[in-house]
């Protein structure tokens, strides 16, 4: 009877929200909460900033995908065994962080925020794979959105709500300490309802064979190579291009390069030192053995239109991507919004209205179907950039602005009357709710692209290549932005979603046939 219940389909959707909640619980803890402790502390600004490199394994958890693909814990099964003991060793970190003293102990405390990023970029692993894996064809549109949903209240708790229960005047006075010991207790006990409740993955799921020890070296080979390309692009590229710039205009140190330019000249270098990486990567992992990694691509790669997918990846956010890289600064410096009033917008209305777009998106998917979706979300991901457009051109007060009352919810609260501008509401509520649609849509669609055999490898690779847009465009967003002026910004951005939706129109047909079965198309199908 239990085991009936706990396979049956709301039970799997309701863990998938657990999880959900349970990936996006330490993000905060390793990143914003952790820097207001810090600054609570006394800890100086330059090293604060430093700290922002400990969510570096975030970007690179796709080195080590291979190896739970690949690796069984000897109980609890597949995806389930790597979950718990991910999970304790979460809850223990957190708790070993609350025993140190940031101003006094801040190497120790970097450390151990490094590894709650490492374990929390590794449980994102296995949560993607399991929800990919257990998740039927027909539910992976309001899966993915209730895993939105589930992901959003953690932030909510652990990177909003947390600084109510430290604030000493108008909320609990909690010690970080304190706060940090109950994320812990929060997470052990996730850890315990995974191991409990947490259905299994089908029989059929299991791991793919290949030699253990040359995976582990291959791995490790693969690891030499990154750091390789690194190396390479900071003390070579940097230099070589640095160089380049001063023999062109010649800089001084009384004839500084222009700042725009530089911007330029940085993001080539990287560009470089990515296009020596990326190659040098492939040849390491190829000529190591690491046959997981390998087996994964190379199954990858048998689907039909392999290519034209990641570069589909890649496009379907982007103009979401250019435009979210300098909302701020626009709100703040380009219309001269005050920054308690961006905050009540983002914070307390903004966030709801995704969650709300991320729950709405997963029903509407049940009837669009992953195509049209995809089409139709992404349309209207592309006109909310336009909002921004009119912000910028009709400026504050163009609609007048709405007093919103004080209030104490559950989750969320506003202690005094806030007048809040009716055009930026508008504006930053329809780009919230429409990008809530299109992330439940786009994670449905890379579910549906993974092979079940290899779901962590390729949904953690189809992940970072998603990434390229939102990290990489913006040193190019503020080059543009000051270069061709807000409202011009405003219309790039919008047309840069076109190449995405023209790109997914195109692929059509093979989009539709990965609503049918249950791995990825591949050129026999």
């Known amino acids: 009877m239990i085991h009936s219940f706990q396979t049956s389909p709301a039970w799997r959707l309701f863990m998938v929200t657990i999880l959900g909640f349970a990936s996006g619980l330490p993000l905060a803890l390793s990143g914003a909460a952790l820097q207001t402790w810090l600054t609570i502390d006394n800890v100086k600004i330059e090293t ?62 970097a450390l151990v925020a490094l590894l709650i990023a490492f374990l929390s970029a590794s449980q994102d692993v296995v949560i ?88 582990v070296q291959g791995f490790f080979a693969l690891l030499s190579a990154v750091v390789v390309g690194y190396l390479f692009t900071v003390k070579i590229v940097t230099p070589l291009c640095d160089a380049l710039l001063q023999s062109l205009y010649s800089v001084t140190p009384e004839n500084p390069a222009p700042t725009d330019l530089k911007k330029w000249i940085d993001l080539i270098s990287l560009l470089i030192g990515l296009g020596f990486t990326i190659p040098l990567a492939w040849w390491t992992s190829r000529k190591a053995k690491f046959e997981t990694l390998n087996t994964s691509l190379a199954n990858y790669f048998t689907m039909k239109g392999a290519a034209s997918i990641l570069a589909l990846i890649i496009l379907y956010k982007l103009g979401d991507a250019f435009a979210g890289a300098l909302t701020t600064p626009f709100l703040i410096k380009g219309v001269g919004f005050a920054q308690a009033e961006i905050g009540v917008v983002n914070k307390v209305i903004g966030i709801w209205l995704t969650i709300l777009g991320a729950i709405l998106g997963g029903i509407l998917m049940v009837r669009l179907g992953l195509f049209r979706s995809l089409l139709l979300f992404g349309f209207l991901q592309m006109l909310s950039n336009l909002g921004f457009l009119m912000v910028a051109n009709l400026g504050k007060d163009a609609w007048g602005s709405l007093a919103l009352p004080p209030f104490d919810l559950w989750i ?105 079965p249950k791995g990825p198309i591949t050129a026999d199908d």
Do not use: H
């Open 412 to 516: 969320v609260s506003l202690k005094e009357a806030t007048n809040v501008d009716l055009l930026l509401v508008t504006a930053i509520g329809f780009e919230n709710i429409t990008g809530g649609m299109g992330t439940a849509a786009f994670v449905a669609l890379l579910m549906a692209l993974c092979n079940q055999k290899f779901t962590a490898t390729q949904y953690a690779l189809l992940s970072a290549f998603s990434a390229v847009g939102r990290v990489w465009v913006g040193p190019m967003a503020g080059v543009l932005a000051t270069t061709v002026g807000w409202p011009t910004f405003f219309i790039f951005s919008t047309i840069a979603a076109l190449p995405g939706l023209a790109m997914l129109v195109k692929l059509r047909s093979i989009i539709n046939l990965l609503d049918a």
């Open 48 to 109: 604060i900033g430093f700290f922002s490199l400990v969510g570096l394994p975030y970007t690179f958890k796709f080195l080590w995908a291979p190896l739970m693909d690949r690796f069984e814990p000897p109980f609890l099964g597949r995806r389930r065994g790597w979950l718990v003991i991910i999970q304790l060793a979460l809850a223990a970190s957190l708790a070993l962080i609350s025993n140190f003293k940031p101003i006094d102990q801040t190497e120790a405390v």
């Open 128 to 215: 993607d794979a399991y929800r990919t894996d257990v998740l039927l064809t027909t539910e992976r549109g309001i899966g993915s959105s209730l895993s939105v949903f589930g992901y959003r209240m953690a932030m909510i708790l652990s990177g909003g709500i947390a600084l109510v229960w430290a604030d000493t005047v108008s909320g609990n006075g909690w010690s970080w300490p304190q706060i940090y010991m109950i994320m812990a207790t929060i997470m052990a006990t996730l850890a315990v309802v995974t191991a409990l409740f947490l259905p299994s993955v089908p029989k059929s799921n299991v791991a793919p064979t290949s030699n253990a020890r040359n995976d």
